[in-house]
């Protein structure tokens, strides 16, 4: 009997796009049974962090909250290279114009959230599901919001403005892309499985980026509403050669993400680990 393996990651193009070569059995599960939950990403942070899931995306945010019971997945991961998630509004506003106002926010744990406080810390925030950001703030029923997933791509064409890009900020003020969400593993699999697991899912992206077209198909399914040239454009920015592998620099951002949320009380202070790295 097949071992079977929850792997959980949100319902975005992005996702679908890594985990097509997986679900539709285009590379070798090693004899585990995958079992696919797709949750929006605030959810899956609050579920890792009941130790519900064996794999699961995840928010850099939410890793120092599990981190004694997950590791890393050394691929995976989604940086911001010099764009990310947008605070935008219905009207033209400067930085210092949301001292005055409550900004939405995607979830309490999104790595959104927390770049949101490191670019101007004290922002207040109230959490909005991630899909209803855009028509609150276009009906002004939020003064402003962070956008997420597609929305960044379309928030213009729906007559809104941007604050800032906090993934641009980021890019500025340390010279290194913005650590945004990644995988982890349930560290009690055991190193075997860890390292089994973690190569199936490593080869299921190296096959969604050399197949791109295909992977794209599949993840069009997923692309709420684009056309195929945005949702390409989309899972480019997200599904590249940051998601085959962190490299020093992106291991570095995220040590400096962190280090920085740590040091301004937001996170507990944690040592990230890989998986295959430690114990």
């Known amino acids: 009997m097949k071992q079977k393996i929850s792997l959980a990651h949100s319902p975005d193009s992005d996702d679908a796009f890594m985990f097509y070569a997986l679900a539709e ?10 079992v696919h939950e797709l949750s929006d990403i605030e959810t899956l942070n609050q579920r890792t962090r009941r130790g519900e899931l064996d794999v699961s995306a995840i928010s850099f ?3 120092p909250d599990v981190a004694d019971r997950y590791a890393l997945l050394p691929h995976g991961a989604s940086f911001g290279d010099g764009y990310g998630p947008v605070v935008v509004a219905a009207r033209p ?3 210092a114009d949301l001292d005055g106002v409550v900004v939405g926010i995607p979830g309490e744990k999104t790595s ?8 101007r810390p004290g922002t207040r925030t109230t959490l909005v599901p991630f899909d209803q950001i855009l028509p609150r703030v276009r009906a002004g029923e939020l003064a402003a919001g962070v956008i997420i997933h597609e929305g ?31 995988n982890v593993i349930r560290k009690a699999l055991g190193p075997g499985t860890v390292r089994a697991v973690s190569d199936v899912l490593g080869e299921s992206i ?25 949702a390409d454009r989309f899972v480019g920015m997200y599904v590249n ?25 937001l996170v507990p202070s944690v040592r990230v680990e890989f998986a295959g790295e430690g114990s």
């Open 25 to 34: 059995g285009k590379v070798d599960d090693r004899g585990f049974d995958f």
């Open 61 to 63: 945010h939410a890793y």
């Open 93 to 95: 506003l400067a930085p």
């Open 112 to 119: 959104a959230a927390l770049a949101l406080q490191l670019w």
């Open 152 to 182: 960044q791509l379309t928030y213009a064409e729906e007559g809104l403005h941007a604050v800032v890009d906090l993934g641009a900020w980021w890019l500025a003020e340390t010279g290194l892309p913005l650590p945004l969400g990644g």
């Open 206 to 230: 190296a096959y969604g980026l050399s197949h791109r077209e295909e992977a794209l198909t599949y993840a069009m399914r997923f692309a709420r509403d684009l056309d195929r040239d945005k």
């Open 241 to 265: 050669d940051w998601t085959r592998g962190y490299g020093e620099k992106g291991r570095r951002a995220i040590e400096l993400f962190l280090g920085r949320a740590a040091a301004a009380g």
